[in-house]
Each structure stands twice: as structure tokens, then as C-alpha cells.
């Protein structure tokens, strides 16, 4: 059976050398290559591919935001990001949006071929180092996230996910349509549940808590 591929990169090099790749193999078709998004996202409507390999730093739009344009138009291409690199966040947002393969391009072409092969026959790829720390950092998240919900209300977890972006209680007041005064008695009563004391102490938490 013969993959159809459509290869998005904005550097020349990279794209050229990846497209010979794919065409020493005799299962893969090559029906695009592009240097931009609205390229990408076009050749991609048109011709129907079985897997796109984007680079996760396109212009204009990066490869996770393509990536997302063509799952809302349930276009059933399978996405694989091929990147110089990739953090944890980038990584756990491209799994939850269904990418399912991700190759660094520091690793030998003969792995991105690989991936394309199980990609296509239905399995995932994604670079075993990467991968565990983004899971370590996502069950940290999840862990954080259970023990705040059992903890406080919800009104008191947004306030807390506000002090651990940076906002001050005026900022915070203003955002939630509460005076600064009512949030100073939100405070002290996470400051209570939590067993913390002071704002300082309030933020460590939220660290060791993956909120931050």
C-alpha cells in the first residue's frame, strides 16, 4: 500500500532533504511539499494525504496551530511533528490534539521513516526522553490539580491559579468582578486549608504543584 505524504518546512534545506528521503522509498508518494501554513493547510484539503510531517516552527502559524485547524476540519491525515525541538508543554498539547507522531530532527532520517511507516499503520511514535519527562510533568499536573479540587472551592482554585500566573489582588478582584476586599478574605482562607502562610509560601506550593 503506498503512504501519501504532503512535508511542510520553511527551510528549503530541511524540506528538500526530507522530501529525497521519502522518494528512495517505493511505499510513500509525495503529493506537496510546502514552506508555509496556508500552503500546508491547502495542499492538504486538496489532496486528502494519509500523513503530514510539519515542522513544529512554521511562520505565521507554528505546527500545533495547523494541527489544530486540521482537526477541527476533521481532515483524517495523521500528524507527525518533525522538530529541531519540543518542550514538555509543546508535546503534551500535541498528544491531546491527536498528533501522532513526533520526531526530533536530530535524530537519523531512517527514524522519521519509521515513524511515517507506524504512524500510518495506526501505532504512535513519539521520542522515548521527551516523552518521559512530559509525563512525569502532566501526572504531577493531574496529581496537584485532584488534591486542590479536594481542598478548596472552585472560586478559591481560580484565585489560586491567578496568584501562581502573578496577578495581584487588585488584578484578581478585577478579573472576577469582586472587590480587592473580598478576595483578601478568599486569601486567608486558602492560606487556612492549605497551611501555608503568606503569599510567598502560597506560590512554592503552587510549584510543587505543577501550576506553575
Not at 508535546?91 to 500510518?120: N, T, Y
Not at 519527562?133 to 481542598?151: F, N, P, V
Request: hydrophobic letters at 45%; aromatic letters at 4%.
Amino acid at each position: 500500500m503506498t503512504i501519501r505524504l504532503v512535508i511542510a518546512d520553511d527551510h528549503p534545506l530541511v524540506l528538500n532533504g526530507v522530501a529525497d528521503l521519502f522518494r528512495l522509498e517505493k511505499d510513500f508518494e509525495l503529493v506537496a511539499k510546502c514552506t508555509s501554513c496556508a500552503e500546508t493547510l491547502a495542499a492538504v484539503r486538496l489532496h486528502r494525504p494519509d500523513v503530514v510531517i510539519l515542522d513544529i516552527r512554521m511562520p505565521v502559524k507554528d505546527g500545533l496551530v495547523i494541527t489544530s485547524e486540521l482537526m477541527a476540519e476533521k481532515i483524517p491525515a495523521r500528524v507527525i511533528l518533525y522538530a529541531a525541538e519540543i518542550n514538555e508543554d509543546q508535546l503534551l498539547k500535541a498528544v491531546r490534539m491527536g498528533v501522532r507522531g513526533i520526531v526530533l530532527k536530530e535524530m537519523d532520517p531512517k527514524f522519521l521513516v519509521q515513524c511515517v511507516r507506524k504512524v500510518h499503520a495506526g501505532d504512535q511514535w513519539i521520542e522515548r526522553r521527551t516523552a518521559r519527562l512530559s509525563l512525569e510533568k502532566m501526572l504531577k499536573r493531574e496529581a496537584g490539580a485532584l488534591e486542590i479540587a479536594s481542598l478548596l472551592t472552585l472560586r478559591e482554585s481560580s484565585i489560586l491559579k491567578m496568584v501562581a500566573e502573578g496577578l495581584s489582588n487588585k488584578q484578581i478582584g478585577e478579573k472576577l468582578f469582586i472587590t480587592e476586599g473580598t478576595v483578601k478574605v478568599h486569601m486567608h482562607n486558602i492560606y487556612e486549608k492549605i497551611q501555608v502562610n503568606g503569599r510567598v509560601a502560597l506560590l512554592r506550593y503552587a510549584q510543587e504543584k505543577g501550576l506553575v
